[in-house]
């Protein structure tokens, strides 16, 4: 199953509220994302037969490993980023609000480069 940009942010989503809290439900992700419960549940649900979340009996959500796998590398795009734009004058949010559009299209190839060059500024 090949995961649209609206996939990865779910999935991202679940991610950070799972940092935060190891019991996730449905309910936090719409009230995280701002979305309505039938749209997330929708989204669980094919995220759930696409082998990215499972859902226990109490309704609790986790990621899979692949689940797992495609939230980190988001993630790490997110923040890698949000602190690159930062540091060129961007202002936080901003800054935030642009990586996260970025994250979806940016290539492997330039992300490692951005990566290598914010890390050389450090």
């Known amino acids: 199953m090949h995961l649209q940009e609206s996939g990865e942010m779910y999935l991202e989503s679940i991610y950070v509220l799972t940092k935060k809290s190891n019991s996730v439900r449905s309910i936090d992700v719409c009230e995280y994302m701002g979305y309505?419960?039938?749209?997330?549940?929708?989204?669980?649900?094919?995220?759930?037969?696409?082998?990215?979340?499972?859902?226990?009996?109490?309704?609790?959500?986790?990621?899979?490993?692949e689940g797992k796998d495609v939230a980190q590398k988001i993630y790490e795009r997110h923040?890698?980023?949000?602190?690159?734009?930062?540091?060129?004058?961007?202002?936080?949010?901003?800054?935030?609000?642009?990586?996260?559009?970025?994250?979806?299209?940016?290539?492997?190839?330039?992300?490692?480069?951005?990566?290598?060059?914010v890390s050389d500024c450090e």
């Open 36 to 65: 309505s419960k039938p749209s997330v549940s929708r989204a669980i649900g094919l995220l759930k037969s696409g082998g990215y979340v499972a859902v226990d009996g109490e309704g609790y959500l986790s990621l899979t490993q």
């Open 79 to 117: 923040t890698m980023l949000t602190e690159m734009l930062v540091r060129l004058g961007v202002s936080k949010e901003v800054a935030a609000e642009d990586a996260c559009k970025i994250e979806h299209v940016i290539s492997d190839e330039t992300v490692a480069a951005i990566k290598k060059y």
